[in-house]
């Protein structure tokens, strides 16, 4: 009895051991049992410059319009491929179209930059990390972008051109500042309102010797037609900002280092936008501040756990309109598939002359024309009124559990009987011959 009672101490000493050490381990590794996955530890500065690097000294207005398309890497592709199918569409009819797509805001608003798009969507792994680092954090990734510039600044390769605007102003002072701010802020521009040029440049040259070897910066994009100059930081033509640039609702506000979003912003530059459409995205915000949206991530999956549990409630009403979808599609799917065998059941029976019907009172059943396990064939289902009625006004009662029918096979063997008294066999079926009311498996003879 000693014994045995020794034996279970142990084997619970054992076990709570055992579960201490998972504990422990779980801690160690940033996760709480109880409350799941823990948030993955931020990007460290050189990630972000290396992420940053390829539109680090794009204009601003079209670096706002990027961070945010970036988290709908799905959307860019979408968009790459409807503008290369849609080159010939201008003015009203590239607005009209536009509109009737479902992608955000920012993704419509690049249309305008073929280049961009076509950058975006060939260098897809870079988009999405750029993305998450953008869900993770604008803040971070702003600053990384204003430390970008102040290197190319001191490269010499940033400057004000013919074509853009450089400016290089204090940092605004502000009431909370969660970031580590730059001691200036350096704002590009275009130089014509109108008109914003897109700069192509090597990352890896353009901002000096590159200070982290462990995270080098992407390999250059070169759009077509890209004819190498003797200038680290070059243009190609501009591009007239035009009806999609109406969606362009995003600003990068370097004062709180983050992107401040205004529906109203570029109204006069396509007004077939319906604005109230977005409104609702936006009225129960505190601020104005870009907020991703989960229902335009369309399935691709984010960078950790804890980033797509932290969005979740987005993603479960997505999950939830596609569980509704389907629901109203299976519904759908049964009440054609019920109009099918109505129709299909009308048609049969009003078949080729001297092709009648076989009797459903003569152990022979009706076959359902369109197999549906979920649904029962109408020689099964009293009462069950045709879909199409104009077709069977001679056959009403074949669906009526087949009164009709029974009766005319009963007047066929009525009158074979009379006339060929003493000649017929008996029915094995009860059903009338080969040719009569009666088909083979409901006797007869054969």
Same mark, same amino acid.
Request: net charge positive; aromatic share 6%.
């Given at each position: 009895?000693?014994?045995?009672?020794?034996?279970?101490?142990?084997?619970?000493?054992?076990?709570?051991?055992?579960?201490?050490?998972?504990?422990?381990?779980?801690?160690?590794?940033?996760?709480?049992?109880?409350?799941?996955?823990?948030?993955?530890?931020?990007?460290?500065?050189?990630?972000?410059?290396?992420?940053?690097?390829?539109?680090?000294?794009?204009?601003?207005?079209?670096?706002?319009?990027?961070?945010?398309?970036?988290?709908?890497?799905?959307?860019?592709?979408?968009?790459?491929?409807?503008?290369?199918?849609?080159?010939?569409?201008?003015?009203?009819?590239?607005?009209?179209?536009?509109?009737?797509?479902?992608?955000?805001?920012?993704?419509?608003?690049?249309?305008?930059?073929?280049?961009?798009?076509?950058?975006?969507?060939?260098?897809?792994?870079?988009?999405?990390?750029?993305?998450?680092?953008?869900?993770?954090?604008?803040?971070?990734?702003?600053?990384?972008?204003?430390?970008?510039?102040?290197?190319?600044?001191?490269?010499?390769t940033l400057k004000s051109t013919a074509e853009q605007k450089v400016m290089v102003e204090p940092t605004p002072p502000v009431?909370?500042?969660?970031?580590?701010?730059?001691?200036?802020?350096?704002?590009?521009?275009?130089?014509?309102?109108?008109?914003?040029?897109?700069?192509?440049?090597?990352?890896?040259?353009?901002?000096?010797?590159?200070?982290?070897?462990?995270?080098?910066?992407?390999?250059?994009?070169?759009?077509?037609?890209?004819?190498?100059?003797?200038?680290?930081?070059?243009?190609?033509?501009?591009?007239?900002?035009?009806?999609?640039?109406?969606?362009?609702?995003?600003?990068?506000?370097?004062?709180?280092?983050?992107?401040?979003?205004?529906?109203?912003?570029?109204?006069?530059?396509?007004?077939?936008?319906?604005?109230?459409?977005?409104?609702?995205?936006?009225?129960?915000?505190?601020?104005?501040?870009?907020?991703?949206?989960?229902?335009?991530?369309?399935?691709?999956?984010?960078?950790?756990?804890?980033?797509?549990?932290?969005?979740?409630?987005?993603?479960?009403?997505?999950?939830?309109?596609?569980?509704?979808?389907?629901?109203?599609?299976?519904?759908?799917?049964?009440?054609? !598939?019920?109009?099918?065998? &109505? #129709?299909?059941?009308? @048609? %049969?029976?009003? =078949?080729?002359? *001297?092709?009648?019907?076989?009797?459903?009172?003569?152990?022979?059943?009706?076959?359902?024309?369109?197999?549906?396990?979920?649904?029962?064939?109408?020689?099964?289902?009293?009462?069950?009124?045709?879909?199409?009625?104009?077709?069977?006004?001679?056959?009403?009662?074949?669906?009526?559990?087949?009164?009709a029918a029974r009766a005319s096979s009963n007047r066929g063997r009525a009158s074979r009987s009379s006339s060929s008294a003493?000649? !017929?066999?008996?029915?094995? &079926? #009860?059903?009338?011959? @080969? %040719?009569?009311? =009666?088909?083979? *498996?409901?006797?007869?003879?054969?």
């Amino acid at each position: 009895m000693v014994t045995n009672l020794l034996r279970l101490v142990l084997v619970r000493i054992i076990f709570a051991t055992v579960c201490f050490a998972s504990v422990c381990a779980a801690l160690a590794q940033g996760v709480s049992p109880a409350s799941g996955p823990a948030e993955p530890p931020p990007l460290k500065p050189e990630e972000l410059e290396q992420l940053a690097a390829p539109i680090a000294l794009y204009p601003d207005a079209l670096i706002a319009q990027i961070m945010m398309a970036a988290t709908y890497p799905l959307e860019i592709v979408q968009a790459d491929r409807w503008v290369k199918a849609n080159k010939d569409l201008k003015g009203d009819a590239l607005a009209g179209a536009l509109e009737k797509n479902s992608w955000d805001p920012s993704v419509k608003s690049l249309v305008n930059f073929p280049q961009v798009l076509d950058m975006m969507s060939t260098q897809l792994d870079w988009t999405t990390k750029f993305g998450d680092a953008v869900i993770a954090s604008q803040q971070d990734v702003m600053a990384a972008i204003q430390r970008l510039r102040a290197k190319a600044s001191a490269a010499g390769t940033l400057k004000s051109t013919a074509e853009q605007k450089v400016m290089v102003e204090p940092t605004p002072p502000v009431v909370v500042q969660t970031v580590q701010a730059p001691a200036q802020v350096i704002t590009i521009e275009s130089a014509n309102p109108q008109v914003i040029y897109v700069p192509t440049y090597n990352p890896a040259v353009v901002y000096g010797a590159w200070p982290y070897p462990a995270y080098p910066p992407p390999a250059p994009y070169y759009p077509p037609g890209y004819v190498a100059g003797s200038n680290l930081l070059s243009f190609g033509m501009g591009m007239a900002v035009g009806a999609a640039w109406g969606y362009a609702w995003g600003n990068c506000d370097w004062g709180h280092n983050d992107v401040n979003v205004d529906v109203n912003r570029n109204a006069n530059l396509n007004r077939n936008i319906n604005r109230s459409n977005y409104q609702g995205n936006f009225q129960n915000r505190t601020n104005n501040n870009f907020q991703h949206d989960p229902s335009h991530r369309k399935g691709v999956s984010y960078r950790d756990q804890a980033t797509a549990q932290r969005l979740d409630r987005g993603s479960a009403n997505a999950a939830r309109a596609r569980e509704d979808f389907r629901g109203r599609a299976d519904a759908g799917r049964q009440d054609l !598939s019920r109009g099918n065998m &109505g #129709g299909q059941a009308n @048609r %049969g029976a009003a =078949g080729a002359p *001297g092709r009648p019907s076989a009797s459903p009172g003569a152990n022979r059943p009706t076959a359902s024309p369109v197999p549906n396990r979920a649904n029962p064939s109408p020689a099964n289902r009293p009462n069950q009124t045709p879909t199409r009625t104009s077709n069977s006004t001679a056959f009403n009662g074949v669906n009526n559990d087949g009164a009709a029918a029974r009766a005319s096979s009963n007047r066929g063997r009525a009158s074979r009987s009379s006339s060929s008294a003493g000649r !017929s066999a008996p029915s094995r &079926g #009860g059903g009338g011959s @080969r %040719g009569g009311g =009666g088909g083979r *498996g409901g006797g007869g003879r054969r």
